[in-house]
C-alpha cells in the first residue's frame, strides 16, 4: 500500500474513534491568527499529537489543535496552527492535516498566513486576497506515486483559488468596509526570512507578497476536489523595502493589530460561503 496513503487513513481512523463531527469548511490559521478560534462556538479540540501519523506543530504561536465547531450554522475545522516545510517535515507530511480534513467531510479550504509585502500597497497591515500562487521554490506535495483515490496524477491549475470563493470574499471586504488588497504569493522554504535579491527577484515574477506556508497545502488539497481560497495578513515588508530587521515579533505585532478586521473579514466571507455555495 502507498505509505503517504497509508498513514493518512490510520490518521483518519484516529480521528473517527474520537468524534462523528463533519465539518463542511476547514481553516488553516497562520501566524499571530489562531486568536480566530474565539469567534467559533468550539464543540471540541483535537491536539495533533492525539491523533496517530499527524505531524505536530513546532513554529511558536502555532498551538497545534483542531477546534471543530460552527461559525453560525456553518460547522468548521480549524487548524490552530499548522506545520511547516521548514520544521524538517517531508512535504507529504506537511499537507497530511489538509487532506485529513478533506476526508473529514470539509468541501472548502480556507488558507491564511502572515506574509512579507512587496510594496505598492502591500504594507504592514493589509489584508491580501490570495489570486494565484508560485510554487518553484518547495517540493510538490504530488511528487510520488500518485493516490488515484483522491485526485488526477496531472491536475489542471488554472484556477487553484476558486474565482466564485473570491468573490464572496470581496463582498465581505465590501460589507465590513475592509480594503482588501489582491495579488500573488509564493511559497519560500525558510526559515531564514529571504534576501533583498530574492524578494527583487519575485517581484520580477510578478509576486506581491511571500512566505514559509501555503502554497503546498493549497496544492494537496486541490488535488483532492476541495474548493480552496487564501487571505494572506501582511505583516512585515519584506527585504529591500525596509531598513527594519526582519522578526517574528513584528509578525505577530502586526497580525494583532489587525486581528479584528482579519476576524470580520474571515467570518463573514465563511458563513457566506455556506449559506451560498454549500447551502448549509
Known amino acids: 500500500m502507498n505509505q503517504v496513503y497509508e498513514k493518512l487513513m490510520k490518521a483518519?481512523?484516529?480521528?473517527?474513534?474520537?468524534?462523528?463531527?463533519?465539518?463542511?469548511?476547514?481553516?488553516?490559521?497562520g501566524s499571530g491568527l489562531g486568536g480566530f478560534a474565539k469567534e467559533v462556538d468550539v464543540r471540541m479540540t483535537l491536539p495533533y499529537a492525539q491523533i496517530e501519523g499527524l505531524p505536530v506543530s513546532t513554529a511558536p504561536g502555532h498551538t497545534g489543535q483542531f477546534v471543530?465547531?460552527?461559525?453560525?450554522?456553518?460547522?468548521?475545522?480549524?487548524?490552530?496552527?499548522?506545520?511547516?516545510?521548514?520544521e524538517g517535515y517531508e512535504i507529504t507530511d506537511v499537507v497530511l492535516p489538509e487532506r485529513l480534513m478533506c476526508l473529514m467531510g470539509a468541501k472548502v479550504l480556507f488558507l491564511t498566513n502572515a506574509a512579507g509585502g512587496f510594496g505598492d500597497g502591500f504594507s504592514p497591515g493589509t489584508?491580501?486576497?490570495?489570486?494565484?500562487?508560485?510554487?518553484?521554490?518547495?517540493?510538490?506535495?504530488?511528487?510520488?506515486?500518485?493516490?488515484?483515490?483522491?485526485?488526477?496524477?496531472?491536475?489542471?491549475?488554472t484556477q487553484v483559488y476558486d474565482l466564485k470563493l473570491r468573490q464572496v470574499i470581496r463582498e465581505a471586504a465590501d460589507r465590513e468596509g475592509i480594503d482588501l488588497k489582491e495579488g500573488v504569493y509564493a511559497?519560500?522554504?525558510?526559515?531564514?526570512?529571504?534576501?533583498?535579491?530574492?524578494?527583487?527577484?519575485?517581484?520580477?515574477?510578478?509576486?506581491s507578497a511571500c512566505g514559509m506556508s501555503t502554497v503546498a497545502e493549497a496544492i494537496a488539497a486541490h488535488h483532492m476536489g476541495m474548493r480552496v481560497c487564501g487571505i494572506s495578513c501582511i505583516t512585515n515588508m519584506a527585504a529591500g523595502f525596509s531598513t527594519r530587521k526582519q522578526t517574528q515579533?513584528?509578525?505577530?505585532?502586526?497580525?494583532?493589530?489587525?486581528?479584528?478586521?482579519?476576524?470580520?473579514?474571515?467570518?463573514?466571507?465563511?458563513?457566506?460561503?455556506?449559506?451560498?455555495?454549500?447551502?448549509?
Open 127 to 157: 489584508l491580501m486576497m490570495i489570486t494565484d500562487h508560485i510554487s518553484l521554490f518547495v517540493p510538490n506535495p504530488l511528487r510520488g506515486p500518485n493516490l488515484d483515490a483522491f485526485g488526477l496524477r496531472f491536475p489542471d491549475m
Open 12 to 29: 483518519y481512523a484516529c480521528y473517527q474513534e474520537r468524534t462523528d463531527f463533519r465539518p463542511e469548511v476547514a481553516l488553516v490559521l
Open 249 to 280: 515579533e513584528e509578525v505577530y505585532e502586526t497580525a494583532d493589530r489587525v486581528g479584528r478586521d482579519f476576524c470580520n473579514l474571515v467570518r463573514e466571507s465563511v458563513i457566506t460561503i455556506g449559506r451560498q455555495i454549500l447551502n448549509v
Open 68 to 86: 471543530l465547531g460552527y461559525l453560525g450554522e456553518v460547522p468548521v475545522v480549524l487548524m490552530q496552527g499548522r506545520v511547516h516545510y521548514y
Open 187 to 207: 511559497q519560500l522554504p525558510g526559515p531564514s526570512f529571504e534576501t533583498p535579491a530574492e524578494i527583487r527577484m519575485l517581484k520580477m515574477l510578478g509576486v
